[in-house]
């Protein structure tokens, strides 16, 4: 049973530039919810998405898009880039049907801004 | 301050040793998850708490929620190098009255160091 999958691994970017990051869900699950980690910290919640749409949203700018596949795959997009979006990126997969809703984590992205 | 508070913020015990991690949350709990991370690494699902007085145990880790509090701990008995990590709570603290449907909020985490 494969778990959750995130690509790629790391990434280096330069500020301004626009990064893609993507996720596949754990096998059966059909929602992928997106979080970044900053250093020390704990993780905070970008969005979610469900059914190929947008189900809800932390408090991050317009700059951070999403989308989602009909095989329930998931993209993150994040536009300018700024050396404070330097993190790791979580993706989680969850059933929304299955009641505890309980997220499963990918390995992550390592995003490093210069 | 933080909605969801973890403490202590770090930890070093001795091979063989008990410890407790606890979690406060300032709003309702809706469900309460408890993960382990090694560094720049992702999360590993430990357990969910629901109900209140719900306790879970699996191998030497056990945890327990008390809703009335809105408290939640994790107890590690006879620790081993093998724990170390950090160890993350998250909470579902609900959207409109009702669960958020997996939106978590989580703690800065406890780094757990267990010497040999």
């Known amino acids: 049973d494969a778990g959750v999958t995130q690509s790629p691994t790391h990434l280096i970017k330069t500020r301004g530039q626009q990064v893609t990051l993507r996720c596949s869900p754990k096998?059966?699950?059909?929602?992928v919810s997106w979080y970044q980690q900053a250093l020390g910290q704990g993780p905070q919640f970008i969005f979610q998405y469900y059914e190929e749409e947008e189900r809800q949203r932390g408090n991050f700018p317009d700059r951070f898009s999403g989308h989602q596949f009909p095989n329930y795959s998931s993209e993150l997009n994040v536009n300018a880039l700024l050396l404070g979006d330097s993190a790791l990126y979580l993706c989680?997969?969850?059933?929304?049907?299955?009641?505890?809703?309980?997220?499963?984590f990918g390995p992550g992205t390592r995003l490093t801004v210069l | 301050s933080q909605e969801l508070e973890q403490s202590p913020q770090s930890l070093i015990v001795q091979e063989g040793k008990n410890l407790t991690i606890n979690c406060t949350s300032s709003?309702?709990?809706?469900?309460l998850y408890w993960y382990k991370q090694k560094y720049g690494e992702g999360l590993i699902f430990l357990m969910m708490l629901q109900k209140g007085g719900e306790e879970k145990s699996h191998e030497k880790i056990t945890a327990k929620l008390d809703e009335k509090k809105q408290q939640s701990s994790l107890h590690i008995t006879a620790s081993q190098p093998s724990h170390a990590g950090i160890y993350l709570c998250?909470?579902?603290?609900?959207?409109?009255?009702?669960?958020?449907?997996?939106?978590?909020?989580f703690g800065q985490g406890t780094i757990l160091t267990v010497h040999p």
């Open positions: 709003k309702t709990l809706y469900g």
């Open positions: 096998s059966g699950h059909d929602t």
């Open positions: 998250g909470a579902d603290l609900g959207n409109a009255g009702g669960t958020s449907y997996g939106k978590l909020t």
């Open positions: 989680a997969s969850s059933l929304l049907a299955g009641g505890r809703n309980t997220q499963y």
